[in-house]
């Protein structure tokens, strides 16, 4: 698919110029007083605008204008983890996924500091820089590593309840959705809770998980749609348990 080879490339490139400002003092501005986004934000997003233009697509990123095009969408989240970003730690990633509607066709996550390239497509398995990849599934234990994503405080308790009861001791919010089911995918990770995910958010990552034989499901343990309002990741013991823990 030409689509997916115009991807891989334009994702190497952002992930070039999001490591060449790093640790570079750059101004910040604040979305809602508390999202922070910078000039590589939008020079990454405008970098994949003109990458994809080719094709007459739709276009739906977190920083710029939607563009209109035909039925398949490009979803991009120029780089996910911009807090971490701007503070100098190296958790950050640049994300692109193609889709028609709630199908997501292949996604790319790329980790620019560590040059690791998770990409999948549809029906083709998940990879990291090549080498196929498979979900960890031993259910939720006290040596499980989970994460979650919520900005809220109600959001952030209700995902501690859900640790507490299922006895998790080893939980993080690391601040980059897409790498942490990245992360998943590659059994790093053991799940992921995500609270009101956007679709840029998300829609590459579930994919790898997906395509590395986990679940990625809406609080209802149903397939996860971008109007849903939670997502949890992870293999399908674990998504099970995960689910069974929320109130």
Same mark, same amino acid.
């Given at each position: @698919?030409k689509?997916?080879?115009?991807?891989?490339?334009?994702a190497? &490139?952002?992930?070039?110029? @999001?490591?060449? =400002?790093?640790?570079?003092?750059?101004?910040?501005?604040?979305?809602?007083?508390?999202?922070p986004?910078?000039?590589?934000?939008?020079?990454?997003? &405008?970098?994949?605008?003109?990458?994809?233009?080719?094709?007459? /697509?739709?276009?739906? $990123?977190?920083? %710029?204008?939607?563009v209109?095009?035909?039925?398949?969408?490009?979803?991009?989240?120029?780089?996910?983890?911009?807090?971490n970003?701007?503070?100098?730690?190296? +958790?950050?990633?640049t994300s692109?996924a193609?889709?028609?509607?709630?199908?997501v066709? +292949?996604?790319?996550?790329?980790?620019?500091?560590?040059?690791?390239?998770? /990409?999948?497509e549809?029906?083709?398995?998940?990879?990291? =820089?090549?080498?196929?990849?498979?979900?960890?599934?031993?259910?939720?234990?006290?040596r499980?590593?989970? %994460?979650?994503?919520?900005?809220?405080f109600?959001?952030?308790?209700?995902?501690?309840?859900?640790?507490?009861?299922l006895k998790?001791?080893?939980?993080?919010? *690391?601040?980059?959705?897409? *790498?942490?089911?990245?992360? %998943?995918?590659?059994? &790093?990770?053991?799940?992921?809770?995500? +609270?009101?995910?956007k679709?840029?958010?998300?829609a590459?990552?579930m994919?790898?998980?997906?395509?590395?034989? $986990?679940?990625?499901? =809406?609080? !209802?343990g149903?397939?996860?749609?971008?109007?849903?309002?939670?997502l949890?990741?992870?293999g399908? !013991?674990?998504?099970?348990?995960? &689910?069974?823990?929320?109130?």
């Amino acid at each position: @698919m030409k689509e997916y080879n115009a991807a891989l490339k334009a994702a190497r &490139r952002a992930g070039t110029l @999001m490591n060449a =400002n790093f640790k570079k003092g750059l101004a910040v501005r604040y979305k809602g007083g508390v999202e922070p986004v910078t000039k590589v934000d939008l020079e990454v997003e &405008r970098l994949y605008k003109r990458a994809f233009a080719k094709f007459g /697509h739709s276009f739906l $990123g977190e920083e %710029t204008k939607s563009v209109a095009g035909d039925e398949y969408c490009w979803i991009i989240d120029p780089i996910d983890g911009t807090s971490n970003y701007v503070s100098g730690i190296p +958790f950050y990633n640049t994300s692109v996924a193609f889709a028609k509607g709630d199908e997501v066709l +292949f996604g790319i996550v790329y980790n620019p500091f560590t040059r690791e390239l998770f /990409h999948a497509e549809k029906g083709k398995g998940a990879f990291l =820089n090549g080498e196929r990849l498979r979900v960890k599934d031993e259910g939720v234990t006290k040596r499980s590593f989970l %994460t979650f994503c919520a900005a809220g405080f109600e959001d952030k308790e209700r995902a501690f309840d859900a640790w507490r009861r299922l006895k998790s001791r080893r939980y993080r919010q *690391l601040g980059a959705a897409a *790498l942490e089911l990245a992360f %998943t995918a590659c059994g &790093r990770i053991d799940g992921v809770l995500l +609270f009101k995910p956007k679709a840029w958010d998300v829609a590459a990552g579930m994919l790898l998980v997906r395509e590395a034989g $986990g679940k990625a499901v =809406n609080f !209802k343990g149903k397939d996860f749609k971008f109007d849903d309002d939670g997502l949890i990741a992870a293999g399908p !013991k674990t998504a099970g348990q995960i &689910r069974r823990g929320l109130r």
